[in-house]
């Protein structure tokens, strides 16, 4: 049973969103008394995790107060009515502010929802605060942030992962809520692989990209870190669809709804278990467990056979250049005069300069710095027309590999959460810990991270799985049966919840 609070009795810390649906339905605790409760969390655990950035305490209340009193008038209730979120530091809402974790934007108000956020709100989910990341969601680590670092909430002295370390920070520390990420080369991923949490890349396209501050466009996704897949999959089907107000958008397949019990029929029968992902490079316990969790697959009635992606060696350097390309684009808009921090000067050149010098931090204007390298003319051809070829020829391999298996596993990170600051003077140190991640944007496909198991240092280990385009809910109908099997696969230590 959970604590107390004003009349009525809360869900357990680890309930996710569905379960605490039910619960408001059981009437055992008012929407109010619940989001009252996650607000102090997110104030206490989460400003101390350095996890939680805004803490949206009126607003979140007044939706709860007009969500307890639809749910009392009898009027028609959303999908995911009274459920708590957060939105990262990059996606623009109504409330607060959306600086991106960056000097340049300190203050920002978008003053308005982005797609995804307004259609989670319209289903009745209630918007608690916004979460840390790197600054323009750049990092593998939660170091960037000009909100300081994130700490892991399974060891304090590590790092939560990045981008969207503060979003796992949460869902790896409590239950209830979700927490909207975005995974350019692996930041929902990878973070919620180092925190314990499931994490979601939907296919590139289907989650709208309007109101998301733009990093590397043809690669960055909107989605969702959860407590498990079911809530993963259930606020996918809200978020997803085509955007009038973001041309790159479009519908998938059929909107599935998730059910509580488990899937009867065995989803994605064939698995490739990826060779590349098993080398050397990786951590031996990492390398260990997924040979293990195949084992589990196989008690389970799938067939895995191994599956070689040469490419995922060219994968990581194709990515460094795509990426830093079209973020040195994106970010030529903060120039101190149409957008973000202006210093100011008589001399228009040196206004540009100082502001961008002032505004960014030394990782973003490593990259605007590359990425204006590998586009300029003489070495256009030889970096950026490279990495478009490498990136097709990716793609190609993954699609033929798509064509045999119904879905393609390795680890999500080489290895374990790392000490603060360990990496974060060696850039190439933290690149490296993308290499398993970024072959899925530079594909477009799914992906999906999910928890499976800790290693001899207590710390999560993350597994995951991509699938062909537009197989997100399939791929989370994979995720929620290997979740009803165990649940140290929805992150749970052995002892039970944190
Ligand atoms: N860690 C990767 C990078 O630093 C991925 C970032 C992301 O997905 N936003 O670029």
């Known amino acids: 049973m959970g604590e107390s609070s004003g009349g009525g009795v809360l869900p357990t810390p680890e309930s996710t969103s569905i379960e605490v649906m039910a619960h408001l339905k059981a009437g055992k605790c008012t929407t109010v008394e619940l989001i009252g409760h996650y607000l102090r969390v997110l104030e206490t655990t989460g400003r101390d995790l350095g996890a939680a950035v805004e803490v949206h305490s009126d607003s979140a209340l007044a939706a709860a107060q007009e969500s307890d009193a639809r749910r009392a008038s009898g009027k028609p209730l959303g999908k995911l009515e009274g459920v708590p979120f957060t939105a990262k530091m990059n996606i623009s809402t109504a409330e607060g502010t959306t600086d991106a974790a960056s000097g340049m934007l300190r203050g920002f108000k978008a003053n308005e929802d982005s797609t995804a956020v307004a259609r989670l709100r319209a289903e009745g989910a209630i918007l608690v605060g916004k979460s840390n990341c790197d600054e323009f969601a750049m990092g593998a680590s939660n170091e960037s942030s000009h909100h300081g670092v ?130 050397d490079a990786i951590d031996p316990e990492i390398r260990q467990r997924a040979l293990e969790v195949t084992e589990q697959l196989k008690n389970m009635g799938h067939e895995v056979v191994e599956v070689s992606l040469s490419t995922l060696s060219k994968a990581n350097a194709c990515y460094q250049v795509i990426a830093t390309a079209e973020a040195s684009s994106n970010l030529a808009r903060f120039d101190g005069i149409h957008t973000g921090q202006r210093v100011e000067s008589e001399d228009l050149e040196e206004l540009y300069s100082k502001s961008r010098r002032q505004g960014f931090g030394a990782e973003v204007r490593r990259r605007i710095m590359l990425g204006t390298f590998v586009l300029s003319s003489g070495y256009i051809d030889a970096y950026y027309g490279k990495a478009q070829q490498v990136r097709h020829e990716i793609r190609q391999e993954i699609l033929s590999a798509l064509d045999t298996v119904d879905s393609l596993m390795m680890p999500v990170s080489p290895f374990a959460p790392f000490k603060i600051g360990e990496r974060v003077s060696d850039p190439l140190a933290l690149y490296a810990c993308d290499i398993l991640t970024v072959t899925a944007n530079l594909a477009g496909v799914p992906a999906v991270a999910i928890p499976c198991g800790f290693d001899s240092g207590g710390l999560p280990i993350g597994l995951q799985w991509m699938g062909k385009h537009g197989d997100d809910h399939r791929l989370l109908d994979l995720a929620t049966s290997l979740q009803d099997q165990d649940d140290a696969w929805r992150g749970l230590p052995p002892g039970g919840s944190q």
């Open 150 to 279: 994130v700490h892991n909430p399974w060891d304090r002295d590590r790092v939560p992962g990045g981008s969207s370390g503060g979003a796992a920070a949460l869902a790896g520390s409590f239950g209830w809520a979700f927490h909207l990420g975005s995974d350019t080369g692996g930041s929902i991923r990878q973070p919620a692989a180092f925190c314990g949490a499931t994490g979601l890349k939907p296919t590139w396209g289907r989650v709208s990209r309007r109101g998301l501050v733009a990093f590397g466009s043809s690669l960055d996704q909107i989605g969702p870190l959860t407590r498990d897949a079911r809530d993963a999959q259930l606020v996918l089907s809200v978020m997803e669809g085509g955007d009038p107000l973001d041309a790159t958008s479009q519908d998938f397949d059929s909107v599935k709804t998730p059910t509580e019990t488990s899937a009867e029929t065995i989803s994605m029968k064939r698995i490739g278990l990826v060779s590349e992902g098993l080398t």
